[in-house]
């Protein structure tokens, strides 16, 4: 099924301007106010007031944040290289407020006596053209660490580099059910084939790795591994200040908006009313759709404040392990199990019966590996069981963690212990 996007690349030159501009206040106004619902949220889960002193109930909290970064003071490493050190956030911020260019907020309406969807492009490969622009925002976080000329923004970028590449694997094979499903690769083709079912039934699988995927590619808890505080002062961005450490903070919410709006348009029909507001005629049409599209956005954005308050941080080797060991290799498992369930169904088979068959094939074949994989002890992370006696491990202090032998010096006169 092929999308029809004969609406888009005929609007008028100011409308393309208006609606980039809505765009742009959109996700300002939405990063801003994220940051004081994140820190009033996670004040209340925490049992503490939060930002109280900015305007009434500390609501102008953000914006004094912002106003205050924009007039402090930048310093500028001096080991650092400067075109690339300026270039860096740029690129950060630009690539998270490009990547909404072709998200749907709602169906085709009248401005000003012309009629237009409620989106600002689409392309036959628009959900490629989000994950392509947002890999290039992994480069001004990579720059950020190279260029600041110091040891702990350069771990920070590496990172950075490592965790994209694993988790967009998974996140790029989660859409690729979606793909099969919809027959299209258009965000507004898309939320059309959802107009019976969501996708978040049919493919919940591919929903549940998804949501995995996108915490990890916004860098957000519990898997905040460049910026880890306890580890790297501050990541990619520990050399960066004023105005320039503020546009790397947007770009961080504005990604965090974006694939929560990705999520929406994949797996919970875009801006189609939920049920039972679905029964209503005019649910679907005119403005409303807006107001549902940003509800599930906002939905998502809590689940981000909602992971930060409560889960700690991952070891690195955890969070990598997960990406290429857990979610990859299922990934690939639900892609293969889709496309036969889809290309049977298209030759006339029944599609629950074989649904019901390819699971019950799938259990069975991994019930070995699964008993194998819980009787098997890793010796380096497994804890002993009951009773038994922990073996000694070689150069550990008492109730610390094992540390290399090092090297004693010697006593005055050149006397050994």
């Known amino acids: 099924m092929s999308a029809d996007l004969s609406m888009f690349g005929i609007d008028p030159l100011w409308l393309v301007i208006a609606k980039s501009l809505a765009i742009f206040v959109f996700l300002l106004l939405t990063a801003l106010f994220m940051?004081?619902?994140?820190?009033?949220?996670?004040?209340?889960?925490?049992?503490?007031?939060?930002?109280?002193?900015?305007?009434?109930?500390?609501?102008?909290?953000?914006?004094?944040?912002?106003?205050?970064?924009?007039?402090?003071?930048?310093?500028?490493?001096?080991?650092?290289?400067?075109?690339?050190?300026?270039?860096?956030?740029?690129?950060?911020?630009?690539?998270?407020?490009?990547?909404?260019?072709?998200?749907?907020f709602g169906p085709t309406v009248s401005i000003l006596g012309t009629t237009t969807p409620l989106q600002l492009t689409d392309l036959p490969v628009a959900v490629l053209y989000i994950i392509a622009v947002t890999s290039v925002g992994?480069?001004?976080?990579?720059?950020?660490?190279?260029?600041?000329?110091?040891?702990?923004?350069?771990?920070?970028?590496?990172?950075?580099?490592?965790?994209?590449?694993?988790?967009e694997i998974a996140?790029?094979?989660?859409?690729?059910?979606?793909?099969?499903?919809?027959?299209?690769?258009?965000?507004?083709?898309?939320?059309?084939a959802q107009q019976g079912t969501w996708y978040i039934v049919l493919l919940l699988p591919s929903f549940l790795i998804y949501v995995t995927a996108m915490v990890g590619e916004t860098n957000r808890a519990p898997f905040d591994l460049p910026e880890a505080e306890g580890e790297l002062v501050g990541g990619f961005h520990t050399e960066y200040s004023s105005l320039r450490f503020a546009m790397f903070m947007l770009a961080e919410y504005i990604n965090m908006v974006t694939v929560s709006a990705l999520a929406t348009t994949l797996f919970l029909g875009g801006w189609r009313a939920p049920w039972p507001l679905s029964i209503w005629e005019g649910a679907n049409t005119g403005w409303w759709p807006v107001l549902w599209f940003t509800l599930k956005v906002w939905m998502f954005l809590f689940v981000f404040v909602w992971l930060r308050a409560t889960l700690p941080r991952l070891r690195y080797d955890q969070f990598m392990r997960l990406g290429w060991q857990v979610l990859i290799p299922i990934s690939l498992v639900w892609v293969m199990t889709v496309a036969t369930v889809r290309g049977l169904s298209s030759a006339?088979?029944?599609?629950?019966?074989?649904?019901?068959?390819?699971?019950?094939?799938?259990?069975?074949?991994?019930?070995?590996?699964?008993a194998r994989r819980a009787t098997t002890r890793r010796p380096d992370i497994d804890r002993p069981a009951a009773g038994e006696q922990p073996a000694p491990a070689a150069h550990e202090s008492p109730g610390g963690f094992p540390v290399p032998p090092l090297p004693v010096p010697p006593l005055p006169g050149g006397r050994h212990e």
């Open 348 to 370: 006339g088979y029944d599609a629950a019966a074989l649904v019901t068959i390819v699971v019950a094939a799938a259990i069975v074949a991994s019930a070995p590996w699964l």
């Open 35 to 104: 940051v004081l619902v994140e820190r009033k949220i996670i004040a209340w889960m925490q049992m503490r007031i939060g930002p109280n002193r900015v305007g009434p109930r500390g609501m102008l909290q953000s914006l004094a944040d912002g106003i205050k970064l924009a007039l402090k003071e930048g310093i500028f490493p001096t080991q650092a290289d400067k075109p690339v050190y300026f270039l860096a956030p740029v690129i950060a911020l630009a690539a998270a407020i490009l990547a909404f260019a072709v998200i749907p």
């Open 171 to 192: 996140m790029g094979l989660s859409f690729v059910a979606v793909f099969l499903l919809a027959g299209t690769m258009s965000t507004s083709g898309i939320v059309t």
């Open 138 to 167: 992994v480069y001004g976080l990579v720059l950020a660490g190279w260029s600041s000329g110091s040891t702990y923004p350069l771990l920070g970028g590496l990172r950075a580099t490592a965790q994209v590449i694993s988790y």
